[in-house]
C-alpha cells in the first residue's frame, strides 16, 4: 500500500552534521504532510520536525536551529538536514505522515549515532 524508505544515518562525532533522506510511495507523499521522527533506547518515539505539502515547516525545540526539514515533491522525497550535532540526538529516525494515520507504514529507520 504505502512504502517509506530511509538513509542517510551513520556514525558522527559532535558537531558534525549529516543529511538524511526517505523515499516516499507518490501516493502517500503527494497528499500528506511529512515528519521526521526518531526514538532512542528506552524512550519514547517522538516527532523532530515536520513539512507541510508546500512546504511550511514546524520544529521540536530541542533541534530548533540545527535541523532543516525539506521536501522535493517531484521527486516524492522528504530531507532532514542535521547539524551541530549532539550526543542526545543518537537514536533511530524514520520518517511518516503527521499524524500517524496507520501504524503499519513505518519502515526500517536510520541508525545515527553522535559519539566522541
Known amino acids: 500500500q504505502v512504502q517509506l524508505v530511509e538513509s542517510g544515518g551513520g556514525l558522527v562525532q559532535p558537531g558534525g552534521s549529516l543529511r538524511l533522506s526517505c523515499a516516499a510511495s507518490?501516493?502517500?507523499?503527494?497528499?500528506?504532510?511529512m515528519g521526521w521522527y526518531r526514538q532512542a533506547p528506552g524512550k519514547e518515539r517522538e516527532l523532530v520536525a515536520k513539512?507541510?505539502?508546500?512546504?511550511?515547516?514546524n520544529y521540536a525545540d530541542s533541534v530548533k536551529g540545527r535541523f532543516t526539514i525539506s521536501r522535493d515533491n517531484a521527486k516524492n522525497t522528504v530531507y532532514l538536514q542535521m547539524n551541530n550535532l549532539k550526543h542526545e540526538d543518537t537514536a533511530v529516525y524514520y520518517c511518516?505522515?503527521?499524524?500517524?494515520?496507520?501504524?503499519?507504514?513505518w519502515g526500517q529507520g536510520t541508525q545515527v549515532t553522535v559519539s566522541s
Open positions: 513539512t507541510y505539502i508546500y512546504g511550511s515547516t
Open positions: 507518490a501516493s502517500i507523499f503527494r497528499i500528506n504532510t
Open positions: 511518516n505522515t503527521f499524524p500517524i494515520y496507520s501504524e503499519d507504514y
